[in-house]
């Protein structure tokens, strides 16, 4: 019988299945009963109980180690695998768990006339789900002040499967077509020389992309600094479909409305909450629901006959588009409400993985064209980003039984197999009890589609009509953060771009565009009150000499 060093039993002989005792013959060794493990005793991930967790392995107590220091050897190789890759976009976020109480309804209607979703169909009947909240173009550690659209996803366990509702705050995007999604985001991103996020860069792509003015109108405004994650919206941004018994789909736009109100801040005040905090929207969130004051989402649709609608001045599945409400009404069918918070932010908000393309029978996709780029984008980036099987885990995984002819695969730790089923059969059909086909309740939805081939953009574009609306309807104090913020931008575009950016805000309206001249002019002339903002180049020169001038000489030690 092996002993270790100090006379004792090693862990593996010592302990049965997971480091745990497997019966009387333990006490038989004469170790006392407080020698026992417990189920709070720290062991490896082998289940052997470590005896001593302070110290490695070495020759003397100065050194050097040995190579067969197991323990060390496991724990440090798994703190140097401890991230997964951040998220392109996305990577910064917040999440909590909740529920999804229908109203059976859509307006004064059953909500059975234009879906025959389970989850819709009964007052009253609850769904449980989870909620990621996020910025998008900023890193994992960025401030959650900075100036960026909120991600806004919602994973509901239903019982026919997960449906994951995946969208921003702002309810337009930049682009229409998902070819330009890269580009994009690179724009966003930071200089690959630099790396710094560059107004010149930004505003040379958007510049060059005219249906972007919307989302910027509402981007440099104080709409694009929620608060917190509490107080602001949700969409889904793109176009889907909904889908009834009759397998009739009508178009649909989804809409979280906070119950808390709508609150928004401007760059200045942003920038005071960034100096003492800036993890204010994370602990937000988590402390409203820790001390049981459960924020609330009310979900709404909009309704439209799925059709190419010309009586319109633009494309409804042009998501850099909002459908005008008093044409198609907000129309409310439940509640959702966020009331347990993450037991490990890693386990459940980071490894969380949505999809745009997870849908449940009775919602579908419609033609809209970033919406069917998304929906491959999303679910591949997770086989890169979590793993082949994403979906074993417990924050993906449906709360229902699942049956698949899916195997192997880096991770795999459950095989999806049925009870009874035979084990040798992996493949559909088969004569030997494998897994078959779900049997078919209701009619496909079969829209009719006919036309050619081609790469062209959409027919109506008409991209500066609601972005000179939205600028209209700003109060004074939007427009002018509006106008300070974009100045502040531009001021590190070139000239050409610039001019460009002018002509663009002037198309949506004339006072939207000069006032944006008139600010650049005054910036260059160095008149007028200089604009907040971290994208001010001059502001930002200054602060990396104030670092060097402020600082405070040490001696070396």
């Not at 580009?183 to 005219?210: A, E, W, Y």
Request: net charge negative; charged share 25%; glycine share 8%.
């Amino acid at each position: 019988m092996e002993t270790n060093q100090n006379g004792n039993l090693s862990s593996e002989q010592a302990g049965g299945q997971n480091g745990h005792t497997s019966g009387p013959e333990f006490g038989a060794t004469g170790l006392q009963s407080q020698d026992q493990p417990t189920d709070q005793t720290l062991t490896t991930r082998q289940g052997h109980p470590l005896t001593n967790n302070q110290n490695v392995r070495t020759v003397g107590s100065r050194g050097p180690t040995t190579l067969e220091n197991y323990p060390f050897l496991e724990k440090i190789s798994h703190f140097d695998r401890e991230r997964i890759p951040e998220r392109v976009v996305h990577a910064r976020g917040a999440g909590a768990h909740g529920v999804f109480e229908a109203y059976g309804t859509v307006g004064d209607e059953s909500v059975s006339k234009y879906t025959r979703a389970k989850l819709f169909q009964e007052k009253g009947k609850q769904t449980p789900v989870f909620v990621r909240f996020s910025s998008v173009i900023h890193g994992g550690h960025s401030p959650e002040t900075l100036r960026d659209p909120r991600g806004f996803a919602v994973k509901f366990y239903t019982e026919e499967g997960n449906w994951d509702l995946v969208g921003n705050n702002l309810k337009v995007f930049f682009i229409r077509d998902a070819m330009k999604f890269p580009d994009m985001v690179h724009s966003l991103k930071p200089d690959p020389i630099t790396n710094r996020q560059d107004g010149g860069r930004i505003f040379d792509f958007m510049s060059n992309t005219p249906e972007s003015v919307h989302m910027i109108t509402f981007l440099f405004s104080p709409w694009g600094i929620p608060a917190n994650y509490r107080q602001m919206q949700g969409s889904g941004v793109n176009t889907y479909k909904w889908v009834n018994e009759q397998g009739e789909g009508v178009l649909v736009k989804y809409h979280w409305e906070p119950k808390q109100g709508i609150k928004n801040l401007t760059q200045p005040e942003a920038e005071q909450i960034q100096a003492k905090n800036f993890n204010h929207a994370t602990q937000d969130l988590y402390d409203a629901i820790e001390a049981g004051n459960f924020p609330q989402w009310e979900l709404l649709v909009q309704i439209m006959s799925d059709d190419e609608h010309p009586e319109l001045d633009f494309d409804p599945l042009d998501d850099t588009k909002l459908w005008p409400q008093d044409q198609f009404p907000w129309l409310p069918v439940g509640m959702m409400t966020l009331n347990k918070n993450p037991e490990n932010y890693f386990h459940e908000v980071e490894q969380v993985a949505f999809g745009t393309g997870v849908l449940v029978d009775g919602l579908d996709f419609s033609d809209d064209k970033m919406l069917q780029g998304r929906t491959f984008s999303y679910s591949d980036t997770q086989r890169y980003r979590v793993g082949t099987n994403y979906l074993q885990l417990p924050i993906n995984a449906p709360k229902k039984h699942v049956a698949t002819n899916q195997r192997d695969g880096q991770m795999q730790y459950r095989v999806d197999t049925a009870p009874g089923q035979n084990k040798h059969v992996n493949y559909e059909p088969s004569s030997m009890n494998g897994l078959k086909e779900a049997p078919r309740t209701y009619p496909d939805h079969k829209p009719f589609i006919s036309g050619n081939l081609m790469r062209q953009p959409i027919d109506r574009t008409n991209n500066f009509k609601q972005a000179g609306e939205r600028y209209r309807t700003f109060e004074d104090w939007e427009r002018d953060d509006l106008i300070n913020n974009l100045v502040d931008a531009l001021s590190g575009a070139q000239k050409n771009v610039q001019d460009k950016m002018i002509e663009l805000f002037s198309q949506c309206d004339e006072d939207y565009g000069r006032r944006v001249k008139d600010g650049l002019q005054k910036m260059a002339n160095g008149t007028g009150e200089q604009p907040h903002g971290q994208a001010n180049i001059q502001a930002g020169q200054e602060a990396v000499q104030q670092a060097e001038e402020l600082a405070h000489e040490a001696k070396p030690y």
